[in-house]
């Protein structure tokens, strides 16, 4: 087969660039790891983060830009760069940063690489696709969530107006980070002219292992609870630290580590409500995924009650790692029941704080050790090998 693919989308700061979110990450990793299959399909980054021509990342060639590489193709390519000027007008009501820029840099990276198919990711690299100078270039979307009705997000009207138009587009695969976002988006938006096929994401599980004895040795269980996330107001760090803050009134102290960054003026507010109450919770900047593991083994619990997420690769990463997780009964995650299962999660029956605090009374009147955690089969069925693997079958279905 020998095809290569280009992806369209960006590195995580702990590979060289400048993303902080676990979407990111799990970006990287499956076109990496598909990669690292050595199979008959290559893949090839375009990132809007790296400002080197080309570079190697890991299994990995990335192509980036910078203002000298966008400035000479513009100049080479003038009659191209008006008709993606006039793509970026049809669509200026999605509010798009930098849309312009990135179609012309898409359009560099497609003619130097000229792939057999380009992968974008979201909505955002889905409508990006509107604007690509060959009408017949394949295209492959995978789509992490549905944001349109989540009004914890920004603009979330206009998401669900970007959401019903990209449904109407033409791609040969859309795939889906769980079965049930797959199933939401065709409730809601109806169905893409193309198989639509729920592809879970992976973990890393050379990070992300239970313990050894020789490591439980060497860490003591400093933290009741653990989260690693971006620190905002639909993850729910506040909620954690507010139920924490009630049960201390009750006599019951727990301890909290947050590990990441985001909002300021949020983290602010966390850490004053912290500093006034005076309540056992620490704070770490973020940390790149293979730090993050030691401090897991630290911790009894992982907790993240947010609001939305996609899939939520932070709560199998966590249970990969041994620690049972903490999670609300709404999440696409919650509702694949053959990966969470009563020895590896706590189910939560919302995001709010009186359901956190009910969850965390329990919790804090029973042992709950993390050897007795399971890691089920379907969990380990998500380890990035197997999830690349399924796309190389979905690469070669493409091309066959």
């Known amino acids: ?25 799990g970006i990287f990793d499956l076109h990496n790891t598909v990669n690292l299959l050595n199979s008959e399909c290559k893949i090839i980054i375009a990132a809007t983060d790296i400002h080197l021509r080309k570079t190697i990342i890991e299994n990995t060639e990335v192509v980036g830009w910078n203002k000298f590489i966008l400035t000479d193709y513009i100049l080479k390519h003038p009659i191209r760069c008006l008709y993606f000027l006039f793509k970026t007008l049809k669509v200026y009501k999605f509010r798009q940063k930098n849309f312009l820029f990135k179609l012309i840099f898409l359009d560099y990276a497609i003619e130097l690489i000229k792939p057999d198919a380009v992968h974008f990711h979201g909505t955002s690299g889905a409508l990006l696709s509107t604007g690509l100078w060959n009408k017949k270039q394949n295209k492959i979307l995978r ?17 669900r107006k970007l959401e019903k138009f990209v449904t109407g587009l033409h791609f040969i695969t859309v795939t889906f980070v769980t079965k049930g976002i797959r199933d939401e988006w065709e409730e809601k938006f109806g169905s893409f002219n193309c198989p639509m096929i729920p592809v879970l994401n992976g973990f890393n599980q050379y990070l992300f292992t239970p313990k050894k004895e020789t490591e439980s040795s060497l860490h003591s269980m400093k933290y009741d609870l653990i989260t690693f996330s971006g620190v905002s107001e639909r993850k729910g760090q506040h909620r954690v630290v507010e139920a924490i803050y009630n049960l201390k009134i009750e006599g019951i102290n727990l301890t909290y580590l947050i590990i990441g960054s985001g909002e300021q003026n949020y983290l602010n507010k966390i850490k004053k409500f912290v ?13 790149p995924q293979a730090e993050i593991v030691s401090h897991l083994y630290q911790s009894k619990y992982f907790i993240l009650p947010s609001i939305s997420e996609g899939f939520g690769k932070v709560y199998i990463e966590s249970i ?15 509702q694949e029941s053959d990966i969470l299962t009563e020895t590896n999660s706590v189910l939560i029956d919302d995001s709010g704080i009186e359901s956190i605090t009910n969850v965390l009374r329990e919790i804090s009147n029973k042992e709950k050790l993390n050897s007795d955690v399971v890691i089920s089969k379907s969990v380990k069925t998500l380890q990035w090998d197997k999830i690349a693997k399924q796309y190389v079958d979905i690469y070669a279905s493409i091309f066959r």
């Not at 290569?4 to 902080?20: E, R, V």
């Not at 789509?143 to 998401?159: E, T, V």
């Open 320 to 334: 990969g790692a041994g620690i049972p997780v903490i999670i609300p009964k709404h999440l696409p995650l919650a």
């Open 1 to 25: 087969m020998n095809k290569t693919i280009l992806a369209f989308g960006y590195i995580p700061k702990s590979k060289g660039g400048k993303q902080l979110t676990g979407l990111a990450t």
């Open 275 to 287: 500093e006034v109450h005076n309540l056992d919770v620490t704070f770490v900047d973020y940390l």
């Open 143 to 159: 789509l992490h969530g549905i944001n349109g009705f989540d009004a914890s997000i920004p603009l979330y009207k206009m998401h």
